[in-house]
């Protein structure tokens, strides 16, 4: 990819803070985008933005926010805009992981009797509806302009049908098929949606030490930036409604045959191909 494959553009990344937001933070502002930092640790947005201080301070804006309140993430986009001349870029990266519930959920799985009421209505509040949010309050701006990417960070379908993993799984595949209809409603408009899966478990703070899983193991987050740049520029224009496999991006090869390579269709589109509805 050339430099400042970005120039001009204006994104909104949340969970900024955290292992892949950090990577993709970095990586729009060396393509030249500016950037608005959205996480609910104060703590962490002042590491990102210390970690950044040699970018031109005037492309990179933290904001504490919590995605999971509708208004908070009105105010975000509308502050960007203000702040930042605009918004061509939303990635929906912020989630809750698992360890919130137990850090050794991944070698004894979380059973439902572990799980509160509480603790699921926040996991829903942000990993599903905090992506609602974001995705409501950019909208507007995004179709009045007729350009727009939309990116969803999402998890294998593994994962999502796993035992023991609720409630992030079925949070991430209700976000799979809100994706794959944004990708619908939207076409012809010029913002695109797609999501990207880094293709396993990833050496960021959601695979805790008592994982049972070695970190030479795990998947460098830096393998999201390539795809999410990719589809992030204008060579994608026309490209929506694909998931992409992180990990599978090979670059070696040149990004569009790279591209092919790693996507298939958001969702299960094999199920509706004989619908339950009238006349189908």
Known sequence: MGDQLLDGKIAIVTG???????????????????????????AGL???????????????????ADIADYAACHEAVTETIRKQGGLHILINNAAMGMSAIRADHMIRGVSIQE?????????VAVNFSGNWNMTRAAIGHLLAQRWGRIINISTSFFTMLRA?????????????????????EFADTGVTVNVVVPGGPADTPMTTEPSGISRNQLIPPAVMAPPILWLCSAAADAVTGNR?????????????????RCRAPIAWPHLALKPVWPGG
């Not at 729009?28 to 640790?41: P, R």
């Not at 210390?50 to 990179?60: G, I, S, T, V």
Request: glycine content about 8%.
């Open 16 to 42: 900024a803070a955290g292992g892949f937001g950090r990577v993709l933070v970095r990586a729009l502002l060396a393509e030249g985008a500016k950037v608005t930092a959205l996480d609910v640790s104060e």
């Open 46 to 64: 002042a590491g990102l933005k210390n970690d950044l201080a040699a970018a031109d301070p005037d492309r990179l804006l933290v904001k504490l």
């Open 115 to 123: 799980i509160t009421p509480e603790m699921w209505q926040r996991f």
């Open 164 to 184: 023991g993993f609720q409630p992030y799984s079925p949070c991430k595949a209700g976000l799979e098929a809100m994706s794959a209809s944004h990708a619908k």
């Open 244 to 260: 992409y496999v992180a990990a599978e991006w090979d670059m070696s090869l040149p990004a569009e045959e790279a591209e092919q």
